[in-house]
């Protein structure tokens, strides 16, 4: 039953710091832990599409349309918070994110905001969601999100610019692994 202080030590742990027991406790370590995690969660998060993190999604038109350039707008899930689409799907056809371009050689949606612009009539979602329950966690993103906040907070603690490229590079060879699993 992984925690997030349990990857917050995993992090820690990597740059020879002392464990912790809250992320809320009066030590160095907890506060600048606890000030970067949630955003290292997320561009981890947003950098490979990790299997326990996907969903999917109906999404319902919206009554305002978009200015110009789109017929349609869509807002993104919130539940869980979309934070990367990896495939659109009219209900007909899918565009998986590497191929989304429609007859015209044009982007079949775009996002702006936290819209969804497109023409077509109907919008369903692949994506990945912000999980915030750790226990949900693969094996693969718990070590890819420790390397990562190692990495974001290794030179805070140790001072140590060699430490922060030895961390970045096991960061980028965790999410290189996931990619190849």
Not at 38 to 55: Q, T
Not at 72 to 97: A, D, H, I, K, M
Not at 145 to 167: D, F, K, N, P
Request: proline share 4%; hydrophobic share 35%.
């Amino acid at each position: 039953m992984t925690s997030t202080v349990d990857i917050a030590n995993i992090a820690l742990n990597n740059i020879g710091a002392s464990n912790i027991s809250s992320l809320d406790e009066n030590s160095k370590a907890a506060r600048v832990v606890n000030q970067r995690y949630e955003s290292v969660r997320d561009a981890v998060f947003r950098a490979h599409p990790w299997n326990c993190l996907i969903n999917r999604a109906s999404l319902a038109q919206e009554t305002t349309t978009p200015a110009f350039g789109y017929t349609y707008q869509y807002s993104l899930p919130t539940n869980p918070f979309c934070l990367r689409v990896l495939e659109f799907s009219n209900g007909t056809l899918s565009y998986p994110q590497d191929n989304i371009t429609n007859n015209t050689g044009g982007p079949v949606f775009v996002i702006e905001g936290r819209k969804l612009l497109t023409d077509e009539g109907s919008a369903q979602i692949k994506y990945v969601g912000r999980i915030t329950d750790p226990q949900q966690y693969d094996a693969s993103l718990i070590e890819a999100l420790a390397a990562r906040l190692s990495a974001e907070v290794c030179y805070a603690i140790t001072g140590s610019t060699s430490m922060v490229q030895i961390q970045t590079s096991l960061y980028e060879a965790k999410v290189n692994e996931a990619r190849f699993n």
